[in-house]
């Protein structure tokens, strides 16, 4: 058992508002400088749509992930061989329109401009090359319900469900959204680092952070290809490949993430998972209904006296096994079994999980009397009585079911199309929405509260801890932040006066710097 630590990420979609806060505090630390324009780190999207950059989830476009192959698993759109032969043509790359060419306004048209009969404006002009362009996209251009047809009905995950179901979710009454934030997953088996011919990307030991080093990248571009969720992104200006580094200059520091940090629906959570290493290929080669189940297995029981044992032999910090059994990600995603990874499917066993959306519960709605061949006009049908909306609290509960969002969608989305893990979540999540509705208003009957929560496959405690740390939690429940041990990374930066240049731990030192 090579058990390693992780740092890992939970979004709760319930309480996202889509107000962007994130995005522009990542922009304006990390990516707010020429060639970076375009470059979202975080972004947030509105579902269902085509996202950022246009349809990123369809592999067949992008090539991006892997692929299970008869005994192992193998990149879809990279590797040795198929990198060589697109060494100087790559199709399967997005290109500017894909994501949206830089631009910014001629402010000073206004400002300067004489007197004249008509209105002045400011003309939109590229960034990089600093001609007059027409904007056609942007990064949150689908934002609330989708825009048009052209993003809400091109969503990948809308594409195997039957076409009335489709047409269903558009209707008005039914019509719904739900916000999806998106960083760099810090993927256990990311393809963006098996992808790199020159090996600038790698993973952090001592948490998993996956970086670019800026020296050695040669801007290949495979990362872009192999990442399946894009979220690596070329530098037009430097040269460079760049993406999330999850803040780790605030980790370091005892700080949460930028984008993190500034999170107005305290959506985010931030904690420390322990898993084994050596079920990496085999959980990343399981079958497709089982990719969720193979990738939970991993993630072990910081609590474990063997764990804790095998962790401690393989150099994990106490004080970092502590965090990760005060970690709230792994209450959500072990514990609690409510968080789910996104698009499983592409096998690289992302660290940031999704808590999916229960969505506004709908009250009933009457069925139209249609006995003398009657049709009512849309206005009309809600002065009729059969058509009022029900909202008496015992028919505010529809069953999971009946939710605003086929399951297949969110399984599309989260279970790699597994409906029953999905109907598991959404039970928890009404169960405690009825739990809570018992205790502060009282109109449900006991039975009924503790029937959903044993349907549910939870207990009143269990409920009040997910509603806490949902609702009011404070910075430090949803933040837990190990130490760096800066002390130990000194050590391993120390010369040691070998002749060799040995800097501990297997690193050679370079003795043009002193190392």
């Not at 990948?156 to 039957?162: H, K, R, V």
């Amino acid at each position: 058992m090579d058990v390693r630590s992780q740092i890992s990420m939970v979004f709760h979609l319930d309480k996202c508002i889509g107000c962007h806060t994130c995005s522009i505090a990542c922009k304006n630390i990390w990516t707010d400088r020429k060639g970076a324009e375009y470059q979202w780190w975080n972004n947030v999207e509105t579902k269902p749509g085509t996202g950022y950059p246009t349809r990123w989830e369809d592999q067949d476009v992008y090539k991006g992930g892997w692929e299970r192959g008869d005994k192992t698993i193998y990149l879809k759109g990279a590797g040795k061989k198929k990198s060589l032969l697109n060494i100087f043509h790559n199709p399967h790359l997005p290109v500017i329109d894909d994501y949206y060419e830089p631009f910014t306004y001629k402010y000073l048209d206004l400002i300067e401009s004489p007197a004249m009969d008509d209105q002045p404006t400011a003309r939109p002009v590229s960034l990089i090359t600093g001609k007059p362009i027409d904007i056609k996209m942007g990064p949150n251009w689908d934002d609330d319900l989708s825009g048009t047809p052209d993003f809400a009905r091109k969503d990948p995950n809308l594409s195997d469900l039957p076409p009335a179901v489709q047409e269903a979710m558009f209707q008005l009454e039914r019509m719904a959204f739900f916000y999806l934030p998106r960083i760099c997953n810090h993927c256990l088996n990311p393809a963006c680092v098996a992808s790199c011919p020159s090996g600038a990307i790698y993973k952090r030991g001592e948490d998993g952070i996956v970086l670019i080093n800026q020296e050695v990248c040669r801007a290949w571009r495979m990362c872009v290809t192999a990442c399946p969720y894009k979220k690596s992104y070329y530098n037009w200006h430097t040269g460079k490949s760049e993406k999330c580094i999850l803040c780790y200059p605030r980790l370091e520091a005892g700080y949460a993430p930028a984008c993190m940090h500034s999170c107005v629906g305290r959506i985010r959570y931030l904690g420390v998972l322990l898993y084994d290493a050596d079920q990496i290929e085999t959980a990343a080669s399981a079958d497709g209904d089982k990719l969720v189940k193979s990738q939970l297995d991993m993630i072990l029981d910081p609590n474990d006296p063997e764990v804790i044992k095998a962790a401690k032999s393989n150099g994990v910090a106490d004080s970092t096994i502590k965090a990760a059994q005060n970690s709230p990600t792994y209450k959500f995603v072990k514990e609690w079994g409510m968080a789910l990874p996104l698009h499983p499917e592409f096998r690289t066993l992302p660290m940031l999980f999704y808590v999916p959306p229960l969505l506004p519960v709908m009250a009933s709605l009457g069925e139209q009397d249609t006995s003398q061949g009657e049709k009512l006009d849309p206005i009309a049908k809600f002065w009729k009585d059969d058509w009022l909306y029900d909202t008496s609290t015992e028919n505010l509960w529809g069953t999971i079911e009946e939710a605003r969002f086929p399951l297949k969608y969110m399984a599309n989305l989260f279970t790699a199309g597994d409906e029953d893990k999905i109907k598991d979540v959404l039970k928890k999540l009404m169960a405690v929405r009825i739990h809570r509705r018992n205790v502060t208003v009282g109109d449900l009957t006991a039975e009924k509260a503790s029937s959903a929560l044993s349907e549910a496959g939870l207990n009143g405690d269990m409920a009040e801890s997910i509603y806490k740390l949902t609702s009011l939690a404070k910075f430090d429940d949803r933040f837990v932040i190990p130490p760096a041990h800066r002390e130990q990374a000194i050590e391993m930066l120390e010369f040691t006066g070998d002749t060799k240049g040995s800097t501990g731990f297997g690193f050679r030192a370079k003795p043009e710097r002193g190392l």
